[in-house]
């Protein structure tokens, strides 16, 4: 009778966690990875998938994939996650000092990176893009940390309106503080569910830059649907721009200027 083999554990696989803070310069780059809808990027259905047409993701690049093209190399690793703290939309500028980020480098075969060597490469080839800070190594608990935080953030938006708006009824709503009812937003109710959200917008500035356009300048809670608070998205965010102006409002532009600390 042979004795039984003793039990092997697999050895757990090593991470490395990097915090730094990225600064989107341009419109239409995701922050991450942007999958077809469709065939969700498998390698067998997208193959004929006609809404992305085979290439199994709606943009070419990410904010996340960028980094995995620098970083992976450098750690000889194949595997990488992006932890972000919120996004903005695929059409926002990320400015200001950027949003922090923690990018999780999976079982690396290297270790000794000079990191400072990574930046100026990242930033060599797509610092027209995107710009970093200075990476620092982080312990993983600091991944739910930053997924918890929740931070108000300053934004500047460019405003169309369906008619001649008086410039007087814009400086009413400047200075004010707004609460908001929002209803899940009808181009996001698909995927989340249908319920009322309750956020404050603080109007910091608001310059007339024609008969029906404008610059406002605003400070959001954590969770605010921008666009829809512009819009009033039919009802569904009140009070809006919109309604406080009694015209259609749309939103034509948005930039993020600063994620606040707490």
């Given at each position: 009778m042979t004795s039984p083999q003793p039990k092997r554990h697999a050895r757990p696989k090593r991470r490395i966690f990097l915090e730094s803070r990225y600064q989107k310069l341009v419109r239409g780059l995701p922050q991450t990875i942007f999958y077809c809808p469709e065939c969700k990027g498998d390698r067998r259905r997208?193959?004929?998938?006609?809404?992305c047409e085979g290439f199994g993701k709606l943009y070419k690049d990410s904010?996340?994939?960028l980094l995995g093209r620098r970083l992976?190399?450098?750690?000889k690793a194949k595997f990488g996650k992006f932890h972000g703290a919120g996004r903005e939309d695929v059409d926002v500028r990320m400015l200001g000092r950027g949003r922090p980020f923690v990018y999780e480098i999976v079982s690396p075969r290297k270790f000794d990176v000079d990191l400072d060597a990574v930046l100026e490469e990242f930033h060599e080839r797509d610092g027209d893009r995107v710009r970093l800070d200075a990476f620092r190594t982080v312990e993983r608990k600091r991944v739910a940390a930053l997924k918890e935080a929740e931070h108000s953030?300053?934004?500047?938006?460019e405003v169309a309106f369906d008619r001649d708006v008086d410039p007087a009824a814009l400086d009413a709503v400047a200075g004010k503080t707004f609460e908001l009812v929002q209803r899940t937003p009808t181009r996001v109710a698909h995927r989340r569910g249908d319920i009322d959200r309750h956020r404050t917008v603080e109007v910091?500035?608001?310059e007339s830059?024609?008969?029906?356009?404008?610059?406002?300048?605003?400070?959001?809670?954590?969770?605010?649907?921008?666009?829809e608070w512009i819009s009033g998205d039919d009802g569904r965010t009140t009070p809006s721009l919109a309604g406080l102006v009694e015209c259609e409002a749309r939103c034509e532009m948005l930039d993020v200027l600063d994620i606040l600390d707490d």
């Open positions: 997208r193959q004929d998938c006609t809404h904010v996340q994939e992976l190399p450098a750690f953030k300053d934004y500047r938006a910091l500035a608001i830059t024609g008969p029906r356009c404008c610059t406002v300048d605003m400070r959001c809670q954590h969770g605010t649907y921008v666009k």
